[in-house]
């Protein structure tokens, strides 16, 4: 499985951004699908994730009310709608999936990466 990240991009606080990470090769049997972030100095930090095919979603807690993921089955791409951004939300964000049973916030569970894409948001 091979992801592309893109929608990256210095946007002001208040403002919104939109990141697709499209999956290609054997996409099959990976089934949750999710987002992570990493700030310099910092460990990549779980942000959102979903199951595939249902409507499970989880978000952690920084984000919540502010992001959705969501995603389009026809072109196996995925988004992260970013809304009301801070500056603390500054980092290179990365798409990610694993095959599993449920949506997980640890990297480690995570087989398949994109190769991130820088958002920062201005004060």
């Known amino acids: 499985v091979q992801l592309q990240a893109s929608g990256g991009g210095l946007v002001q606080a208040g403002g919104s951004l939109k990141l697709s990470c499209g999956a290609s090769?054997?996409?099959?049997?990976?089934?949750?699908v999710g987002w992570f972030r990493q700030a310099p100095g910092k460990e990549r930090e779980f942000v959102a994730a979903?199951?595939?095919?249902?409507?499970?979603?989880n978000y952690a807690d920084s984000v919540k009310g502010r992001f959705t993921i969501s995603r389009h089955n026809a072109k196996n791409t995925w988004y992260l709608q970013m809304d009301l951004l801070k500056p603390e939300d500054t980092a290179v964000y990365y798409c990610?999936?694993?095959?599993?049973?449920?949506?997980?916030?640890?990297?480690?569970?995570?087989?398949?990466w994109g190769q991130g894409t820088q958002v920062t948001v201005s004060s």
């Open positions: 990610a999936a694993r095959t599993g049973w449920g949506t997980s916030f640890k990297p480690d569970d995570y087989a398949y």
């Open positions: 090769g054997r996409t099959f049997p990976t089934n949750i």
């Open positions: 979903r199951v595939w095919s249902g409507s499970l979603t």
